[in-house]
């Protein structure tokens, strides 16, 4: 192909919006729809695009448009342009003077009183606006990608790849326990897993990465408990924790108020089951500085609320709500 000079001081970014949107549906007549245009005002902007970058950006593929290596080079690009637009106007949004907006999600597996833990700073902060919301881990991904949240809090970790420009990072871990009503339980202990043959457990639900873990571990030691309930919600398995009699392994800061006012005890556990917690957010993306401070102090307040010692302390009881 012969080299061409593009001229990119004459780029239009009316005609790469309408590329943009094309793209992200795949389809000529539904993209023109969406913006109010006619498909041939629409076929003809994309074509002088192409004619300022030099080479065609859509394959035909039967009914659909097909990027071509340059449309996706290009589509990557869109993507930080107007999803930066997307973010600005998501910050913008019911601010008020002096006041910054942080949008917040988290998997629906997470357990709600990390989540409040992990925010507890921002709570007595009067120039912040939190917005929190939960989810499944992709949708919630794919709204981060899309600049309309800031910050995903995860179970998993996420690598990062060509297609989805994320940062993973480790924001601590907490070893699992197992517990139950204090009447039955006070002062007795079992062992995880070996004691557990027969006994009613609640668990974790399939999704929740801790499970796979615990089913691990209980075919090695080849024991078998009786499985009375299995729950992704953390909010909802802390319930079941509190009211069914039944004993449950989950990580303690599930239900570290009932540990607390003694309507639960810790029956025993295992360093050999751990949660992690990971903080997600976009390679490409305005800095916060109350979101760095947040992801920076992150493991120091993640030892302290598991009752891990802080360095150079000595082990103390878990506090907080």
């Known amino acids: 192909m012969e080299n061409r000079i593009v001229d990119l001081g004459q780029l239009n970014f009316h ?14 007549t539904r993209a023109a729809e969406e913006l109010h245009v006619s498909q041939s005002a629409l076929s003809s902007q994309i074509r002088q695009l192409e004619e300022r970058l030099g080479d065609a950006l859509f394959e035909r593929t039967g009914r659909r448009l097909v990027l071509t ?7 990557s690009y869109a993507e930080n342009i107007f999803g930066l637009s ?18 917040v999600g988290s998997v ?23 917005s929190l919301e939960s989810g499944l881990l992709d949708d919630l991904l794919h709204r981060l990608l899309q600049h309309q949240l800031d910050v995903v809090l995860a179970n998993d970790a996420v690598p990062a790849d060509a297609d989805r420009p994320l940062h993973c990072r480790f924001l601590g871990s907490q070893a699992i326990s197992l517990v139950g009503p204090a009447a039955a339980w006070r002062g007795r202990t079992l062992r995880l897993p070996e004691d557990l043959q027969g006994v009613e457990l609640a668990l974790p639900g399939p999704r929740h990465a801790l499970r796979g873990q615990f089913d691990a571990l209980c075919a090695a030691a080849g024991v078998t408990p009786r499985l009375r309930a299995e729950v992704d919600d953390m909010a909802m398995l802390r319930l079941v924790a509190r009211d069914s009699g039944w004993l449950t392994v989950l990580p303690e800061v599930v239900v570290q108020d009932e540990l607390r006012s003694g309507v639960l005890v810790k029956v025993g556990g295992s360093t050999r089951l751990k949660e992690h917690f990971y903080a997600i957010t976009t390679l490409h993306r305005h800095r916060i500085e109350r979101l760095e401070q947040l992801l920076a102090g992150a493991p120091r307040r993640a030892r302290k609320h598991a009752g891990q010692p802080e360095d150079g302390e000595a082990r103390r009881p878990a506090r907080g709500a």
């Open 15 to 28: 005609h790469f919006f309408y590329f943009w949107r094309v793209a992200k549906t795949g389809h000529l």
């Open 69 to 75: 290596d340059t449309g996706q080079l290009a589509l």
């Open 86 to 103: 997307q973010e600005l106007l998501g910050r913008l949004q019911g601010r008020s003077a002096g006041m910054v907006r942080l949008r």
């Open 108 to 130: 629906a597996t997470l357990s709600r009183n990390y989540q409040e833990n992990w925010i507890r700073p921002l709570l007595s902060d009067p120039t912040v606006t939190l």
